[in-house]
């Protein structure tokens, strides 16, 4: 298990009621409602939650390493995520699908920032070895 040597920031979120209930962070920045995957509500679900949260995130590592290997990213640079939801025998698990877009770059300079920003981000440090995550470069 990896621990942190410093902690830069600590996110506070009170969830009730499960997937149809509400979630709240502490600072009132996010209030929403929450609904099941293809639910009659009008709430997100988690898994929508985590395919926003790790596009940007991803999106932010390739922020950081971009300037490491002396690249300049484009204005328009954009990841689409996809989180699938499904049984893993007994139990349910999720797998990750993430279309990056990086206009006008050098096809191969900007598959070795994606390389890069999956080392650094810290989704994708979360998430390796545990589930399976694509990353294609678009």
Known sequence: MTQLDKVLYTAHAH???GRE??????????????????????GTNPEQLFAAGYSACFIGAMKAVA????????????????VDLGPVG????????MKI??????????QQLVDAAHKV??????TRGNIDVTLTLV
């Open 101 to 110: 877009s990086l206009p006008g770059m050098d096809k191969a300079a900007a």
């Open 21 to 42: 209930g509400a979630s709240r962070t502490d600072d009132g920045r996010l209030d929403i409602q929450l609904t099941s995957p293809g639910g009659a509500g009008k």
């Open 90 to 97: 007994e139990v349910f698990g999720i797998a990750v699908r």
């Open 67 to 82: 300037p490491r290997q002396n690249v300049t990213l484009p204005a328009d640079l954009s990841v689409d995520a996809e």
């Open 121 to 126: 981000c810290p989704y994708s440090n979360a």
């Open 15 to 17: 969830t009730t009621g």
